[in-house]
Every structure is written in structure tokens, then in C-alpha cells.
């Protein structure tokens, strides 16, 4: 099967990014569409970037989502926001198609500026309480929506999952789930909109190698250094690749 018409300077780019991506999620457990996105962007166009990303992105979620107990209990405590993230992601995939690509770029970058700021100070987000359940649907939609058009679907799905007061857990399963959902949303959305061709789908499962590699050797490098300061330059570098991106298309 043919693979996406890519020069060897952006593959082993895409090989680094990818490997880079799956490290970072293997050993503090967020962030691998941050990094690869934020890289791929770039060098491709935003909507190629997102396209290869859907299978690394659906086989490290599916293994942070079932290396957890108690799927179903997590299921049903957050299922509208996980539903509400799969009907904005078809809405965010329809603006990718007909915004101006530099634009959403930009969305990228600030997005992944606002995650890399929001961990860093670490706000203690009040919880919902009795507002929950229609609060749920709305970020859940709005985190969808983010997801279709620049491919991240973190911001602001995780800080309101992290306020429902979860336990560890839990919480790891459930942003699992809300990753998942995004990556198998976009996969419909970009196949029914003509953005996930064969040529996409057979690199996106080649760059599924390093990703899952990157992905395995954190698990152990987790074991081996301060998780803290890993994620501490983590954070540092997703700020200033976030401010670079909006930068380069603004100028």
C-alpha cells in the first residue's frame, strides 16, 4: 500500500516526532498529541498531521484505557461528556475543512501554550458539584469541537475532568477515554470528509511503531528519574513550541 508523498527530511522528522510523542505519554501519560502535533505542524499542513497521527493516537489511548479496572464504572460517570466530544468533533471537522488552515494552526499553538500554562500553575478548579450533569455535556462539546479543528482534545476536557474529583485511577482511565473518543470521532469525521485516504492511513499505521516504541521505553524511564522535573520541561517546552507556532504564522 502506498504511503502519503512525503520528502526523507519530514519522514525521519515524523519518526522523531512520533517517538518523541509516545515517550512523553509513556512516562508522565499526557501529552503525546501536544508534542507530535505541535512538531508535524511544522512541516505538514495541519489537517495531514492530524490524519497521521489516528492510529498511534488509538493504540496508546486504547492501552491507557483498558491497562485500567473499573471501565464500565467510568463509563457511565462521564458518557454525556464523551458523547458530546464525538458530535463536536464532526462540528470542528467541518470548520477544518473550509477555515483557513494558518488560522487553526494558530488555534494549535495557543492551545498548547494554554495547557502547557494551566499545568504549570496547576489551579485548583472547583468542582461542578450539582452543575455537573449539564455541565458535562458543554466541555465535553467544546473539547470536541477543539479536537476536529486543530486535533488536540486536551483543552478543555482535562482540567474539567480533573475538577469531577476522580480518583488516580480513574481519572487516567477517563482522560483515556476522552482521547480515544476524539481519535476514533476524527477517523469517521476525516474518512466521510475525504482528509483520510489510503496514502494517510498506511503512514499513520507506520508511524504507530515509533509512537508505541517511544511509549514502552517511557514506562521505563518513569521508573528511573523525577517524574516532576521530567514534566517540568515537559511543560516548558510544549510553552514555547505553542508560542513558536503562533509566531511563525503571524508573522
Avoid at 476522580?166 to 482522560?175: H, S, T, W
Avoid at 483515556?176 to 470521532?185: D, I, N, P, V
Wanted: aromatic share 10%; charged share 10%; proline share 5%.
Amino acid at each position: 500500500m502506498p504511503l502519503v508523498e512525503l520528502s526523507p527530511f519530514q519522514y525521519g522528522f515524523a519518526f522523531f516526532a512520533f517517538f518523541l510523542g509516545g515517550l512523553v505519554k509513556g512516562t508522565v501519560g499526557i501529552g503525546m498529541k501536544a508534542i507530535i502535533l505541535g512538531l508535524m505542524a511544522t512541516v505538514v499542513e495541519l489537517p495531514v498531521a492530524i490524519a497521521l497521527l489516528i492510529v498511534p493516537g488509538i493504540a496508546a489511548n486504547a492501552w491507557q484505557v483498558f491497562g485500567e479496572p473499573g471501565l464500565l464504572h467510568t463509563i457511565r460517570r462521564i458518557w454525556t461528556v464523551l458523547l458530546a466530544c464525538y458530535i463536536g468533533v464532526w462540528m470542528g471537522a467541518e470548520i477544518l475543512i473550509v477555515a483557513d488552515t494558518r488560522l487553526l494552526t494558530i488555534g494549535l499553538g495557543i492551545l498548547l501554550a494554554l495547557f502547557a500554562v494551566y499545568a504549570l500553575l496547576t489551579p485548583q478548579i472547583p468542582s461542578p458539584g450539582r452543575h455537573e450533569r449539564w455541565m458535562s455535556p458543554i466541555f465535553g462539546g467544546i473539547n470536541g469541537v477543539a479536537a476536529g479543528m486543530t486535533g488536540s482534545d486536551v483543552i478543555p476536557g482535562v482540567p474539567y475532568l480533573q475538577s469531577l474529583g476522580l480518583k488516580r485511577d480513574m481519572l487516567v482511565q477517563a482522560m483515556g477515554l476522552l482521547f480515544l473518543t476524539a481519535s476514533l470521532a476524527i477517523t469517521l469525521a476525516f474518512q466521510q470528509k475525504g482528509l483520510f485516504n489510503e496514502e494517510l492511513a498506511a503512514s499513520s499505521v507506520l508511524f504507530t511503531v515509533p509512537a508505541l516504541g517511544g511509549y514502552y521505553i517511557g514506562a521505563k524511564v518513569r521508573q528511573r528519574i523525577s517524574e516532576a522535573r521530567f514534566r517540568l520541561v515537559l511543560l516548558f517546552s510544549l510553552l514555547l513550541l505553542g508560542l513558536y507556532i503562533v509566531i511563525r504564522n503571524t508573522i
